[in-house]
């Protein structure tokens, strides 16, 4: 991409509160939407910890709230849309401020988390970590993920923001958030720790945090063909960040007030295949017909070796029609070539489809 | 160009990629085939309830697909008569009927003068290509 000629700020204010950081993310998209700052990256950091919930999310749905509130966890809600997070003073967010209509962005939202992702993957790359996007809007690292993302707009302008896992506590992220494995025996939660991976893990080190910043400030500067120059908040901005700090700490902005009724329940199933038992556990938003997320264990082997954890991005919000899931489950094995000794693409489909029934209703699950 | 989507000719349509169907000092409104599309799958959808007022450009509701939230912005001043509850509960209603079941609200418009600024389906379908060059120029 063509590099263009007004520089972007590169806006980093350290660790602060979540209320102080989705505060913040409000007063940039107005600040840029009014046109009274340049187009923006910033870095975001967490200080306490924090769990996180989507924009259309439930706290009561998503967030051990009891935990979090014995640990001095931090519950905020996100402008972003996705799922809940739990984010630790280690790790380190970034995020990207411009017009939709900007040169070299492209209208079609998976076209641009592509791209936004990119510039970070490249950043990654600087690091020696060899990672890739994943469609819908994750960054892996062979098959585990390291970086989830999500994006907002207001008016012309978007916001795109991600997370980047540099050193990471699984075990607190565990029981901070309402994940499928609740009732899971150890084994099963620690393949479910396998799903994600950080920088420490990756590398054998964790390197310094200003590296990894100015590494994933150059990887963005290149992919997006900018030039970034580091700048503080606008007299402006921080007025009007005293201002919405107020409102981010309500218990209105938290909770939310027009959230259509959703469910989160946890399903479980177990399905005896040729090749060997299949375990999935989902959530499960059943009025709205919806696998909010899936987690597929089981004593097989799979190859590629990552087919079950791309699997489960896919199924990742996906309907919970048995037609779809079988149009879906089909479809995937199809396009990745997805080969596990006796196991076919419809025991994975029959397996998500007893975990999406009610018990009264399992003897009706059948092959179609 | 020959597009992909479609574009009822017995329509209004803005750039926010809304359709609005007028009857009257009413109006029905949803987003169109090119605006689902761009959109993709919609996993949320919040919508203001009845009763409550609108000015054009402003904030008419929310919608989530693929971890983005978007803003509906209205295409017409008005008060909110109805909005759908089934599409509220059923989002992806809005992907797979546009037109029909994916409708969004009805509108009591507030001046009916603001109609005379939307686009016929023939202005829309020359715009969506004027968006779609720009996209392949961009590559």
């Given at each position: 991409m063509e590099r263009m000629g007004t520089p972007w700020r590169l806006l980093d204010m350290g660790a602060i509160s979540a209320a102080h950081n989705m505060a913040l993310d409000q007063v940039i998209l107005d600040a840029r939407s009014s046109n009274q700052v340049p187009n923006t990256?910033?870095?975001?950091?967490?200080?306490?910890?924090?769990?996180?919930?989507?924009?259309?999310?439930?706290?009561?749905?998503?967030?051990?709230?009891?935990?979090?509130r014995e640990q001095g966890i931090e519950i905020n809600r996100r402008l972003t849309g996705g799922g809940n997070l739990y984010w630790d003073e280690s790790q380190l967010g970034w995020e990207i401020f411009a017009p939709k209509n900007t040169p070299g962005i492209p209208k079609r939202l998976e076209d641009m988390y592509r791209l936004m992702c990119e510039g970070v993957v490249v950043g990654l790359e600087r690091l020696g970590v060899k990672a890739h996007f994943r469609p819908t809007n994750d960054i892996e690292v062979e098959g585990r993920k390291i970086s989830g993302t999500g994006g907002t707009e207001m008016g012309d302008i978007f916001l795109y923001q991600g997370s980047l896992l540099t050193d990471f506590d699984v075990d607190t992220m565990l029981k901070a958030l309402k994940l499928p494995i609740k009732k899971l025996a150890d084994k099963d939660v620690k393949s479910f720790k396998h799903r994600v991976t950080c920088l420490r893990e990756v590398l054998g080190y964790l390197p310094p945090l200003a590296d990894i910043k100015a590494a994933l400030a150059a990887g963005i500067s290149e992919v997006l063909g900018i030039t970034l120059e580091p700048g503080g908040l606008t007299e402006i901005e921080q007025q009007r960040l005293e201002k919405e700090l107020v409102h981010f700490q309500s218990e209105k902005w938290i909770r939310g007030t027009r959230i259509v009724s959703q469910a989160n329940d946890l399903r479980m199933a177990d399905y005896k295949s040729r090749g060997g038992l299949i375990r999935v556990s989902i959530r499960l938003d059943e009025k709205r017909q919806l696998i909010k997320s899936a987690f597929i264990t089981g004593d097989f082997f799979a190859y590629p070796a990552r087919s079950i954890l791309d699997l489960e991005a896919d199924l990742k919000n996906s309907s919970s029609n048995p037609?779809?899931?079988?149009?879906?489950?089909?479809?995937?094995?199809?396009?990745?070539?997805?080969?596990?000794?006796?196991?076919?693409?419809?025991?994975?489909?029959?397996?998500?489809?007893?975990?999406?029934?009610?018990?009264?209703?399992?003897?009706?699950?059948?092959a179609l | 160009m020959d597009l992909e989507y479609a574009i009822p000719e017995n329509l209004y349509y803005d750039t926010h990629d809304f359709w609005i169907k007028v009857n009257g000092e009413e109006a029905v409104i949803g987003l169109s085939d090119y605006g689902q599309s761009n959109t993709g799958d919609i996993l949320y959808l919040e919508l203001l309830q009845a009763g409550e007022t609108v000015g054009r450009g402003d904030k008419l509701g929310?919608?989530?697909?693929?971890?983005?939230?978007?803003?509906?912005?209205?295409?017409?001043?008005?008060?909110?008569?109805?909005?759908?509850?089934?599409?509220?509960?059923?989002?992806?209603?809005?992907?797979?009927?546009?037109y029909g079941d994916g409708w969004m609200c009805r509108i009591k418009l507030r001046d009916s003068v603001e109609v005379k600024g939307l686009l016929t389906a023939q202005a829309?379908?020359?715009?969506?290509?004027?968006?779609?060059?720009?996209?392949?120029?961009?590559?």
């Open positions: 990256v910033r870095f975001l950091q967490f200080s306490p910890s924090c769990a996180l919930v989507g924009f259309h999310q439930a706290v009561e749905l998503e967030v051990d709230e009891n935990y979090c037609l779809e899931i079988a149009k879906r489950v089909n479809q995937f094995f199809k396009s990745h070539n997805v080969r596990i000794p006796g196991v076919e693409a419809e025991d994975i489909y029959l397996a998500l489809c007893l975990a999406c029934s009610r018990e009264g209703d399992r003897n009706d699950v059948k | 929310s919608v989530e697909s693929g971890k983005w939230v978007g803003s509906l912005l209205a295409p017409l001043s008005g008060t909110i008569l109805e909005s759908n509850k089934d599409v509220l509960v059923h989002p992806r209603k809005v992907n797979t009927d546009a829309y379908r020359k715009w969506i290509i004027e968006q779609e060059t720009k996209e392949e120029e961009i590559g």
